[in-house]
Every structure is written in C-alpha cells, then in structure tokens.
C-alpha cells in the first residue's frame, strides 16, 4: 500500500486535500450546531449573550478551531512534500547561476507579494465595480463577519492562520505532487540529459544554460499547467462561493507560478498573508470604498504589468 502510494503521489495529495476538507465541513457543521444549542438551552446564559451580539469573533474563533483540527492530520504529509518540492527543485539548477545569491530569492519574493497585493486589490475592485460582489450577496456577508473581529482577531486568524493552513494544502500538497513529474527527464518535453556526473535529480544536469534561465527552473511548463490548474481549481471550490471561488482560482494560479519560480513556501504563505492583511486593513479603516473607482482599477492593472515584467526580466540577467 505504501509503495502504491509512493508511485502515485497525486492520489495521496488528492486524499489530502479530502481530508482537509471534509474534516473542515464536519466540524464546521458541529460547531455551529453547537453553538446553537448554547443559545437554545438558556444554561449559560451569558456566554449565549455573548455569541448573539459579537457574531464576528465567534466566527472567528470557530474558524480557527476547525482549520487547526482540519490541518493536524495532513500536516506531516504537508512539511515532507515541501521539503521534497523546495529541494527537487533547488537541486535541478545547481551549478548554473540561478540561486548563486540569496539577494535574487529575496528580491524575486518580495515582487511576488507586491505583484499579489496589486493582483489582490485589482480583482476586488474589479469585482465591486462589475456588480458581481453585489450579485453575490452570502459573499459580501462573509467578507463583513470576518472583518468585523477586530484587527487582531481578524489578522490572527484570516491574516496568518489561515493562509497558513490553505498553502500547506493547496500549494504545498497539490500542487506539488502534480508538478513535481515536470523536473528531470522522466519524459521527451524534459530539458535535462544524462551526464553521468550524480548533480541534480537522478543525475540529471541542464542541456544549456539558456534553458535553465527559465523563472520555472528547468520545470517542463505542461506539468506546472497541471498543478496549478488543479489546485487552484480545488481552491476554489474550497472557497465555495461564486465570486470567492473565481478569486481564489486567480489568486492560486498567481501562487503556483510564485512557488515554481522561487521554490520558497514561506514567499507563497507570505503572498497570501499580504493578500488577506491588506483587505483587513482597508475594510476595517473604511479605506476600500475610496479606491473602488476605475481610475484606481487602472492604476493597479498597471502596477500588476509593471511589477510581474520586472519579475520576468530578473530571469534574464546574469
């Protein structure tokens, strides 16, 4: 069974990604079921008081119960496919000049969380000036109870916790498994051939140089379509909701191809962090209502493009 399981990543990452959820729902279910009964029985009367009349903290706190619960029992499997994911690909342009200076990662990182940000606020004011936020009444609610917590109730818990838990899953494991084929010359798209010399993966090293300048480091572009794809699309369905669900699959596009060019976790967990904290902290100070305009919609589709063709042309440079 383990040895079925180790030639088939892609099933285990799949049954982690059912755990998750379905731990996830059931326990949401109880908890609310739970909570319910407290305000019915009248027997703690004033925790019940407390549950009616602070309904965003108490979905706050059922929130981060139910993700810690939920993430526990994929966490090992999420910490070793990182791990995996993070070396495998390291090891495969070793010895070229991506990765010579720390500087480029942290460089590169840091674009990548700007680019998020502007992704972020684009997309929202995007979808509040369409009307589609609007349309999607259940999302507007939602999006209010979370950011009615308090800052740091709301950062604590929407802001790390659980972009946290979501990457680990998402990106850590889906993704993962399903791009990972892309690195090495386990088929004819591969860059990589046999030199014999015991560098990189299974003793692959890069046919040239120009190839391995990719800002996908020698990952065969179909196997990073295919992760991303289907994590972002598990992501979104994750989220549920319609206009959150379109959101999310953008966004996890944007983090798969953050995590194939930097090869770093912590830069995707900080990508979503930065998402999540920024739209906390201009909802909550009133700032979002004053940026929904199209001249505020076009100034961050240009920081988008100006932002991700700085990415692109930090690959180029020697």
Not at 243 to 261: K, N, R
Request: aromatic fraction near 12%; include cysteine; glycine fraction near 8%.
């Amino acid at each position: 069974m383990n040895a079925d399981r180790s030639q088939d990543p892609r099933r285990s990452a799949f049954l982690s990604f059912v755990i998750f959820f379905v731990l996830y729902e059931v326990l949401t279910s109880l908890c609310s079921a739970l909570m319910l009964t407290v305000e019915e029985s009248g027997r703690w009367k004033s925790l019940s008081d407390w549950m009616i009349t602070n309904p965003s903290e108490v979905l706050a706190f059922r929130t981060a119960v139910c993700l810690i619960l939920s993430a526990v029992p994929v966490l090992p499997a999420g910490l070793r496919c990182i791990r995996a994911y993070e070396d495998e690909a390291l090891s495969s342009v070793r010895g070229t000049y991506i990765g010579r200076e720390s500087s480029q990662y942290l460089q590169r990182g840091a674009l990548f969380i700007l680019l998020s940000v502007f992704a972020s606020l684009f997309l929202n004011i995007f979808f509040a000036l369409t009307g589609m936020t609007a349309w999607d009444s259940a999302s507007g609610t939602v999006a209010s109870l979370q950011t009615g917590a308090g800052l740091i109730v709301s950062i604590s818990v929407y802001g790390i916790l659980s972009p946290l838990c979501e990457e680990m899953v998402f990106r850590g494991i889906v993704f993962t498994a399903y791009s990972r084929s892309g690195f090495g010359a386990s088929s004819n798209e591969s860059v990589f051939r046999d030199a014999g010399t015991g560098m990189g993966i299974n003793g692959m090293t890069p046919v040239d140089s120009k190839k391995s300048r990719s800002p996908f480091k020698n990952m065969r572009v179909s196997a990073f379509l295919e992760g991303a794809f289907i994590s972002s699309l598990l992501f979104a369905f994750y989220h549920g909701l319609a206009v959150q669900g379109v959101y999310a699959f953008l966004m996890g596009m944007l983090f798969c191809a953050a995590f194939a060019c930097t090869h770093s976790f912590a830069a995707v967990f900080l990508m979503h962090a930065a998402d999540n904290i920024t739209s906390i902290v201009m909802s909550q100070v009133g700032r979002f209502a004053s940026v929904c305009t199209p001249v505020w919609l076009c100034t961050f589709a240009a920081l988008c493009v100006v932002t991700a063709g700085t990415v692109v042309m930090s690959y180029g440079r020697k």
